[in-house]
């Protein structure tokens, strides 16, 4: 039963465009959202939160949007680097906090120079 | 810079023997969970431990896999017998509140032949 889902396993974007990562949730007590940044053999490194009283967090080129009625949130990067190419997991938990996150599968994202 | 160490990094072994997996978190953090990581799931969740107390262990196959923390500096993950299915990274994370972000060491890539 997966309750964070990120359905697309991999996107490719333009250098300079804006990458658009989305994540679906079907459990309506989670309230506090992450997003994960992993490059390969290193452990995923955090990117930026949101809390479910909030609908966008922005962290320079990075930001969170919240949907709450539709139980989806997207992460959006403008403008897209070389850089940040990797793999975006999207996380949420109960209640505000990190403790046990509940991961999505991850998003391959590549940024084509 | 303070990081989340994890040893061995990489680890073959064949079936039915035991694997031990170590972790040394940042100094000062009082939670630490273990999660594994595969294609199909992402990261999943196996234990978590706060203040060295065993808070949840559902995620783990109970009848091969265990999860102590001997003292503040070390978590171990042992399985035994390992099954290729074990086959995964496993990462381990420490964080220090409910503020603040989980850090993720780089991992163990466990291979049961």
């Known amino acids: 039963d997966q309750q964070v889902k990120q359905n697309s396993p991999s996107l490719s974007v333009q250098e300079g465009r804006i990458s658009i990562l989305n994540c679906d949730y079907t459990?309506?007590?989670?309230?506090?959202f992450l997003w994960y940044k992993k490059y390969p053999a290193e452990g995923p490194t955090f990117l930026i939160s949101?809390?479910?009283?909030?609908d966008k967090n922005e962290d320079g080129r990075f930001t969170v949007f919240l949907n709450k009625s539709a139980k989806h949130l997207s992460l959006h990067i403008v403008p897209s680097q070389p850089g940040d190419s990797a793999v975006y997991f999207c996380?949420?938990?109960?209640?505000?906090?990190?403790?046990?996150?509940?991961f999505g599968t991850g998003t391959r994202l590549t940024i084509i120079p | 810079d303070a990081r989340v160490t994890q040893t061995p990094r990489h680890k073959v072994t064949e079936m039915g023997q035991e694997v031990t997996m170590r972790c040394q978190p940042i100094?000062?953090?009082?939670?630490v969970f273990w999660y594994r990581q595969t294609m199909m799931q992402g990261l999943e969740l196996l234990a978590y431990?706060?203040?060295?107390?065993?808070?949840?262990d559902s995620g783990m196959p109970k009848d091969r896999f265990s999860a102590e923390m001997p003292d503040a500096t070390l978590a171990t993950l042992k399985i035994q017998p390992s099954e290729p299915r074990d086959s995964a990274v496993y990462f381990c994370?420490?964080?220090?509140?409910?503020?603040?972000?989980?850090?993720f060491g780089n991992g163990t890539r466990l291979t049961v032949t």
């Open positions: 994370a420490s964080g220090f509140d409910e503020s603040s972000p989980l850090h």
């Open positions: 459990n309506s007590m989670f309230d506090y």
């Open positions: 949101i809390s479910s009283i909030k």
């Open positions: 996380a949420a938990s109960i209640p505000f906090g990190n403790e046990k996150l509940t």
């Open positions: 100094l000062g953090h009082n939670t």
């Open positions: 431990f706060r203040n060295r107390a065993p808070l949840d």
